[in-house]
């Protein structure tokens, strides 16, 4: 493909709610929308899926405006690519890869087009459905939370994921438990834990509830603390912030940091590197999920694509477009079936339409490149 034009917008949306973790609350979801039209006339869409703020990784929606703007865009314009050697075109730049993935995204959703087929079936997935699980914000009460557990039951999800944080997390795990016991149950503590005595004593006293896994206790960059956290416990350990690349799976698998890898697909740097992830893990016995992180309906149906894949054997963070937003971007609503999966979308490249009348209701900025 030869790109012609792309148009770069930030938008805001609000959420239903706030969403609290351990490190900040997200009142409304910002984002950079990536559009490239070719010289063929296919058009591809992508988003970025960083935060306003640093708390995530050093990503932010300002900083990847700014690379995109400034480095990424200019890289690809009016040059002929691949899906598959589109890094070579911006592997000069380090790291960024929540800029690069609004990139990645667009280029694989024209690549699937030009094949006449979905980006599901384009990637090899051969699942049609994904297992669908909610996650759950600090909530301003425990019986709030469960009102919201009971709630999601109601509705069909086939696993809970609470975040929590020291002094918010035991109490919290144990009335929900007793409340549900036989639910599948998960903690994400988005590395708001240390190696400190309370700290790994909270940890191992999770043991006792029947956890299908701790998610990323620790700093993205301590494996060796998660190895030595997994030799103390049964629970499962899942990273998430410490994966971007084959290079820190095999890391991982080496030392025995985890013994389950949640694959976000804007974290690695877009669908063909989180296939080639989930690749590795599937070749290691790892079994793998599709985290998320509040997407608007382009990154979601991309998720959606890529968790199609056969080692996505766990439910993952895709729900239903109301949990998050009155109003998304796309036309199409994803709905949780009533066995608790979401449908893989099967039109051609992403498989969704965007309402470009709705993302200029939700336009902050926008800038056209050709």
Not at 14 to 24: A, D, I, N, T
Not at 25 to 41: H, L, S
Not at 197 to 213: A, P
Not at 237 to 259: K, P, R
């Amino acid at each position: 493909m030869k790109i012609k034009k792309v148009e770069l917008r930030q938008i805001e949306i609000p959420y239903v709610e706030p969403f609290q973790v351990s490190k900040w609350t997200e009142i409304t979801k910002k984002t950079n929308i990536v559009k490239i039209e070719t010289e063929d006339g296919y058009i591809g869409w992508g988003e970025t899926d960083s935060f306003e703020r640093p708390w995530y990784n050093y990503e932010t929606v300002e900083g990847n405006w700014y690379i995109l703007n400034k480095f990424m865009i200019p890289s690809i314009l009016n040059k002929e690519f691949t899906m598959e050697t589109l890094y070579s075109k911006l592997n000069w730049i380090q790291g960024n890869l929540m800029a690069y993935d609004a990139i990645a995204e667009a280029v694989a959703d024209i690549s699937a087009q030009q094949a006449n087929i979905s980006l599901a079936t384009f990637l090899g997935g051969t699942l049609a459905k994904t297992k669908s699980g909610i996650s759950l914000g600090i909530q301003k009460s425990t019986d709030y939370l469960i009102e919201k557990i009971h709630k999601a039951n109601e509705q069909g999800y086939q696993r809970i994921k609470l975040k929590i944080k020291p002094g918010k997390d035991i109490d919290v795990i144990k009335k929900v438990r007793e409340e549900f016991p036989d639910v599948g149950l998960m903690v994400d503590a988005n590395s708001a834990y240390t190696l400190s005595d309370k700290h790994i004593h909270s940890l191992k006293e999770m043991d006792q509830y029947g956890l299908m896994m701790i998610e990323q206790p620790f700093l993205d960059y301590e494996f060796v603390s998660s190895a030595k956290l997994q030799q103390q416990i049964k629970t499962p350990i899942c990273l998430d912030e410490s994966i971007h690349t084959i290079g820190d799976c095999q890391v991982s698998n080496a030392l025995g940091s985890c013994e389950i890898i949640n694959i976000k697909v804007s974290r690695v740097g877009g669908p063909l590197k989180a296939k080639n992830i989930h690749d590795f893990c599937k070749e290691h016995n790892i079994p793998v999920w599709c985290g998320g992180m509040r997407e608007c309906g382009i990154g979601r149906a991309i998720n959606l694509a890529v968790s199609s894949l056969p080692n996505f054997t766990l439910p993952g963070d895709i729900s239903g477009t109301d949990i998050y937003f009155d109003e998304d971007i796309i036309e199409e609503r994803f709905v949780l079936n009533k066995d608790g999966t979401m449908d893989i979308p099967t039109g051609k490249g992403i498989g969704v339409h965007v309402l470009e009348d709705r993302l200029e209701k939700f336009s902050l900025r926008f800038k056209s490149f050709s």
